[in-house]
Nanobody
Framework: QVQLVESGGGLVEPGGSLRLSCTTSGHSNTLASMAWFRQAPGKEREYVSVITPGGGRIINMSVKHRFTISRDNNKNTVWLQMNSLEPEDTARYFC?????????????????WGRGTQVTVSS
């Protein structure tokens, strides 16, 4: 069973930066698509960014030019570099992984999830 553990969240002022990490275990092969999702109170879970094993990326337009996803398959780790953070970015951020299948932004297509890490952007 694939396990994912996120870290790196916290409280940051508007305009600040954070780097989230997601480390995976419990798998012998390279995972397929990996993604970051976020969910704010009272809102639906939305995708932030997706990355394929080869480094192909999909980025939500709301965070384009501010957030960057990356991964190291040898280290079983995915990162989300978040710059120029805004109060609207406040949410719980989740890492998700797919074992196979096409690249997708639909959370229903990701069977493995971490517990999330809270990001709060406030002055």
């Amino acid at each position: 069973q694939v396990q994912l553990v996120e870290s790196g969240g916290g409280l940051v002022e508007p305009g600040g930066s954070l780097r989230l990490s997601c480390t995976t275990s419990g798998h012998s092969n390279t995972l397929a698509s990996m993604a970051w999702f976020r969910q704010a109170p009272g809102k639906e879970r939305e995708y932030v960014s997706v990355i394929t094993p080869g480094g192909g990326r999909i980025i939500n337009m709301s965070v384009k030019h501010r957030f960057t996803i990356s991964r190291d398959n040898n280290k079983n780790t995915v990162w989300l570099q978040m710059n120029s953070l805004e109060p609207e970015d406040t949410a719980r951020y989740f890492c998700a992984a797919a074992l196979a299948g096409p690249t997708t932004t639909n959370p229903d297509d990701y069977p493995s999830w971490g517990r999330g890490t809270q990001v709060t952007v406030s002055s």
